[in-house]
């Protein structure tokens, strides 16, 4: 299935990737091959299968309520880019 | 032979008798990557000091009448999506270029209370993702077997790292089989356990549902002791298993008789080397003479495998790499002028293309008007290939296959063709998308190039997969071969 410029450009855009024009182009091609072959799926009755979303059967694994000693913040912001009063400090948002 | 040949059990062996230290074991480790790192490539980091004060409390506490356990001493590699406190942790990514965790792995804190020296973090395809680790963002590594060919990937650092001296053992991680294939390539023994006997804390996710840790070591009986160093539950992994470890060194018997093993038919067909399906069959045959039952097996959904993982592994991929935006850690686009564009700038500058490739396909899979088609129809599928397992595991105690298709091919030869660079991975994905264990061993070789072996067992199984493994070992050579350097 062919997938267009276009939708390389919104599928970019959900994912926060910033391609450039070379890549737009690329990926158009190389995701359109891939998706074609992933078609292949298709093919297969899946009628009446269940999804699997975990191999292994397992469900709502949960722990007490109960408060646990936390990681100092000081480690935890010792890899921020830029950090200000014990918050990751980021440009403006702006309005779209 | 040098220290640096040896499996982790043979300097157990000497540790115990005190013929040797933990210094003398790790100084020998650091000579070994002196002398060949330069053409192998295999390390992002290099741990010198720490690997010899940590050797040296290790040799002092000993001496003042600690017990040796088996990791005691033993100088070990850990691939670099594995956080390590105080060590920087990359993916060999340059998004995560500055990255130093302020916390272990789980299964790293369960080796350094084991008293395994941590000899360095290993070079890998960018967050996993890739068949021969020339997707790595920083250095190309190469297969000490031959150094123009890849080591495979995603662990080629690691499997590398061991087939050259440079480790005792090492950390992978495998996703669709990425620890198998490197194992393969590299002429090591490296083994998936069943998802959710290891604990992923700490392993930076690529596919949540299908990454597990495991082990790349020289031969079988250091897989198994490694693999009781890293097994068991853990609060910190909701996806771990909380069952019993049992003692996988008993499970080293060298007998297979009356065991029913089954060759997939699916897997040694078109596309796989004919030097590859002959050395597998004479693996096969080999267990036959040794008194196993060995008959061909037809799992027709296999080979949907490798579309199926595409689309779930590459749709989980793009939701675990949502995190990497510049804010908390990691590199941050300078000069954005707002927080929109610093997270396209970021994710433009940090990512590379295979990384940003499959984010591509895992978002397009996931968005509106084509989830059923790609995302949900693949989970079915997914259901269909653990079916199959599950009959033919119903009739056979064991499943054979190549590990992969080739041997370790020229670096190069597939960058162009991510297809191409996928398909590699044909035997060893099933495995992952079913959740169950797998171990490959070499058993031959092509123009001097290792061959993997790939045995296949259900959930849990993976005594029954390492007495397979130590029998064959037992009765064959490949094991005792190095690679020259």
């Excluded at chain 2, 920087?88 to 299964?107: D, E, G, H, M, Q």
């Excluded at chain 2, 393969?184 to 949540?208: D, E, N």
């Excluded at chain 2, 009959?391 to 597939?414: E, N, Q, R």
Aim: charged content about 25%.
């Amino acid at each position: 299935m062919a997938v267009t410029k276009k939708e390389v450009e919104h599928v970019a855009k959900l994912a926060r990737l910033g391609l450039t024009e070379n890549e737009k182009d690329i990926f158009t091609k190389q995701l359109s091959a891939i998706l074609e072959y992933a078609e292949e799926i298709k093919k297969i009755d899946t009628g009446k299968v269940e999804p699997t979303s975990h191999a292994i059967p397992m469900k709502n694994v949960f722990r007490e309520d109960i408060t646990v000693p936390c990681p100092d913040i000081k480690d935890i912001l010792a890899n921020a880019p830029d950090e200000r009063d014990d918050m990751f400090s980021v440009p403006r948002i702006m309005e779209q | 032979m040098e220290l640096f040949e040896l499996t982790s059990h043979e300097l157990h062996a000497l540790l115990v008798k005190g013929e040797t230290s933990s210094e003398e074991i790790t100084k020998s480790i650091l000579a070994r990557i002196g002398k060949v790192e330069d053409r192998v490539n295999a390390f992002m980091t290099v741990n010198v000091n720490e690997a010899l004060e940590k050797a040296r409390n290790i040799d002092d506490q000993v001496a003042k009448g600690a017990e040796i356990g088996p990791l005691t001493g033993i100088p070990l590699a850990i691939k670099d999506n594995m956080c390590t406190r105080g060590i920087l942790t990359t993916c060999s990514s340059k998004i995560l270029r500055n990255f130093v965790p302020p916390y272990n792995a789980t299964t790293v804190e369960m080796i350094l209370q084991a008293g395994a020296i941590p000899i360095g973090k290993t070079n890998m395809d960018e967050f996993a993702m890739g068949s021969s680790t020339e997707n790595s963002a920083y250095k190309t590594t190469k297969n000490p077997w031959n150094l123009s060919t890849v080591p495979g990937g995603s662990s080629g650092g690691s499997a590398a790292a061991v087939a050259a001296g440079e480790a005792a053992m090492a950390f992978g991680s495998d996703t669709g089989g990425s620890i198998r294939q490197p194992a393969s390539f590299c002429g090591v023994v490296g083994m998936k356990p069943t998802y959710g006997r290891v604990s992923r804390y700490g392993l930076i996710a690529f596919a949540s549902s299908l990454d597990q840790i495991g082990p790349l070591t020289k031969d079988v009986t250091d897989c198994a002791i490694m693999l009781n160093a890293i097994s068991g539950h853990d609060k910190k992994d909701s996806t771990s298993v909380d069952l019993p470890v049992p003692d996988y060194r008993k499970a080293l018997v060298d007998d297979v008789k009356g065991l029913k093993i089954g060759i997939i038919t699916d897997l040694m067909g078109e596309g796989i080397d004919e030097n590859v399906k002959k050395a597998v069959l004479d693996a096969a045959n080999k267990l036959k003479a040794l008194g196993a039952k060995v008959e061909e097996v037809s799992l027709p959904t296999l080979k949907f495998g490798v579309p199926t993982y595409y689309i779930l592994a590459t749709a989980e991929a793009s939701s675990n790499l949502e995190r990497y935006d510049g804010v908390k850690y990691g590199h941050r686009s300078d000069d954005s002028p707002d927080l929109l564009n610093m997270y396209y700038n970021t994710r433009r500058e940090g990512f590379g293309p295979e990384v940003k490739r499959r984010i591509m396909l895992g978002t397009y899979a996931l968005s509106a008007g084509y989830y059923d088609a790609y995302y949900l129809k693949a989970q079915k599928v997914r259901t269909l290939i653990k079916q199959d397992f599950d009959k033919a595991f119903a009739k056979f105690d064991v499943l054979l296959s190549p590990t992969s298709p080739s041997v370790a091919f020229k670096i190069g030869a597939k960058v162009d063709d991510p297809l191409s660079m996928y398909l590699s991975d044909i035997a060893t994905i099933p495995v992952n998308l079913a959740g169950i264990p797998a171990i490959s061993i070499t058993c031959g070789f092509s123009d001097d190039l290792p061959i993997g072996l790939h045995i296949m067992g259900k959930a849990f199984s993976e005594e029954k997969l390492l007495r397979v493994a130590f029998t064959y070992e037992q009765n064959t050579e490949w094991h005792k071969q190095r690679a020259k350097l």
